[in-house]
Every structure is written in structure tokens, then in C-alpha cells.
């Protein structure tokens, strides 16, 4: 069980990983969020196909990897963020094998109940690209609305982040690695996949 002091912490963090999965029924797994806690680290990854995102954020607990819903994530973020955030901020909530809980005050409770997806979850961190590489390609063609979606997630967490850094591959046709860290240890990694282009000389 992950547990935490602030709800809309982890109501954010579930966010930003659910708008990287997919809505694509033929593909159940990747409509899913995978999260795992072992020694007050959480990690959440997900993945729609063509980006992945890997977070690190600090709550107390722990929890062997599950995959939750996408449906039932969104409705947690939902029912937190119907709350004005000066309470939402300050309010417990709670994520087991089986449901998301968040505790607040008379009116404000919410209890999202899901059934686990007992699907084999593909090994996102091998496609993570190992940084340190001293070539990089000069040009890389990204999908524009998945570099929009992606870098706004940054922007949203305003003055927290303390900084983004986006890495291109050493050939055109590698993944893109975007980083953002924020001050309090919280830690994303998002990889996108080029578009196939040929570009002009």
C-alpha cells in the first residue's frame, strides 16, 4: 500500500503518467499505468506506443507492480481535483492492489475501486536510451503534437521543476529522451519516438 499525506501530490504524478497511455482497446496493456513502491520510492511508468514515461516521486509504502486501469486513474485525478486545492493539498490518500482512496472532508471522499489487468507489462526501462553519449544528431523530426503534449507537463508543474533537458539520439531515426526534475527529488523521463522523414539540405 502506498500511502501519502498530500492527495494531490499523487494525484499528480498518476496524471502525468496516464496521459502517456494508450485508448487503444486492441492493445489492453498500454491503456494501463504500472505502479510499484519499495522502500519510500514509487515509480509509475507508462507507455502509448510511440512515448514512454518513467516517474520517480517519494511516498511511504510498498507495493509489488500493478497495473491500474487508465479508466479508473482518471477518475481518481477527477474526484482529488474537484476539491479546491487548498484542502486537496493537506488531505490523505491511499493506492492499494485494488483501489485508490482519497480522504477528505464530508462531501470530498472518493473511493476508486479497479480490478488489477493480470497482463505481463512490457520492460519499459530497456527502451529508456543510456545518457553519456558524446554524438548526438543535429536533426531529429518529432511527432508536434506528442513534443507538445509532453514538455506542457513540465510547464505545469511551474517553479517545482527545476529543469528540463531533452537529449536526441546519435541518428535521426533514434528515441528522444526528455528529462525534468523537480526539487523535492521527484524525477520523470520521457522518451519519444522520431518521425521518418527526409529532411532537406
Excluded at 520517480?56 to 497495473?67: I, N, R, S, V
Excluded at 479508466?71 to 482529488?80: M, N, S
Aim: aromatic content about 6%; overall charge positive; hydrophobic content about 40%.
Amino acid at each position: 500500500m502506498i500511502t501519502t499525506e498530500q492527495g494531490r501530490e499523487l494525484a499528480d504524478v498518476l496524471d502525468m503518467a496516464v496521459r502517456f497511455t494508450s485508448t487503444d482497446l486492441a492493445r489492453p496493456v498500454l491503456t494501463t499505468v504500472q505502479v510499484s513502491a519499495k522502500g519510500g520510492k514509487v515509480m509509475l511508468r507508462a507507455c502509448d506506443g510511440f512515448r514512454l514515461v518513467r516517474i520517480e516521486a517519494k511516498h511511504k509504502g510498498d507495493l509489488e507492480p500493478t497495473l491500474i486501469p487508465g479508466d479508473a486513474v482518471r477518475a481518481f485525478v477527477k474526484a482529488v481535483r474537484a476539491m479546491p486545492r487548498s484542502k486537496a493539498t493537506a488531505t490523505p490518500a491511499r493506492l492499494t492492489s485494488d483501489k485508490l482512496t482519497f480522504i477528505g472532508p464530508t462531501g470530498y471522499d472518493a473511493e476508486i475501486r479497479y480490478r488489477p489487468a493480470d497482463m505481463t507489462y512490457p520492460d519499459l526501462d530497456k527502451l529508456i536510451p543510456k545518457l553519456g553519449r558524446k554524438k548526438h544528431s543535429e536533426k531529429v523530426a518529432l511527432n508536434a503534437d506528442l513534443l507538445s503534449d509532453t514538455t506542457a507537463l513540465a510547464k505545469k508543474y511551474g517553479s517545482r521543476v527545476a529543469g528540463v533537458r531533452i537529449i536526441n539520439g546519435p541518428t535521426p531515426n533514434d528515441p528522444v529522451t526528455i528529462l525534468w526534475q523537480r526539487l523535492d527529488d521527484f524525477k520523470a523521463t520521457a522518451v519519444l519516438m522520431p518521425m521518418f522523414v527526409q529532411w532537406d539540405q
